[in-house]
């Protein structure tokens, strides 16, 4: 093997190594966070039962789409795709890099429109284009970039 591909993978891991290191720091702090909770809600409310009390989950803000990171992420997934992917299938993707809650039912519903409406946007400005996929799904992909198009973002 070439020595350049086994330095990036090996400056690769390190950098997943410390990611996973910060992830176990924020779930133990987390876990402490929780822990001195509880202990408070014991003091103050003591007949209540703390483990009751069901987690909230995050959902992502009304205005998520308008800020551009909707557009920048769904942008990313597609740079990042061998073949064009549905609506659905971006949207599932991008709950999974999210972090959020998978078995929501009605997350995937409204992250699909929200990701229909950013492709929507980022088609008129000539970015991403949309074929008939399979039953009425679009299929969408980055617009190659042409020389009488410089504003098109390259595929990779």
């Not at 202990?39 to 009751?52: F, K, N, S």
């Not at 992917?85 to 999210?98: D, F, K, P, S």
């Not at 990701?115 to 996929?133: C, F």
Request: aromatic fraction near 4%; charge should be positive; charged fraction near 30%.
């Amino acid at each position: 093997m070439t020595d350049y591909m086994i330095q990036g993978l090996a400056k690769r891991r390190a950098e997943v190594a410390g990611e996973l290191r910060a992830a176990h720091d924020r779930v133990s702090q987390l876990v402490k966070d929780l822990a001195a909770l509880d202990e408070a809600l014991r003091v103050v409310a003591p007949d209540m039962e703390v483990e009751a009390i069901r987690p909230k989950m995050f959902r992502p803000p009304d205005d998520w789409a308008s800020r551009g990171q909707m557009s920048r992420l769904v942008l990313s997934i597609l740079r990042q795709a061998r073949d064009p992917l549905t609506t659905r299938e971006i949207a599932a993707q991008m709950i999974l890099e999210r972090g959020l809650d998978a078995g929501d039912r009605k997350l995937l519903p409204l992250m699909v429109r929200r990701v229909g409406s950013a492709l929507r946007h980022q088609r008129e400005k000539g970015l991403v284009e949309s074929t008939e996929g399979p039953g009425n799904y679009q299929l969408w992909e980055i617009v190659a970039p042409t020389p009488d198009r410089r504003s098109a973002v390259p595929r990779r």
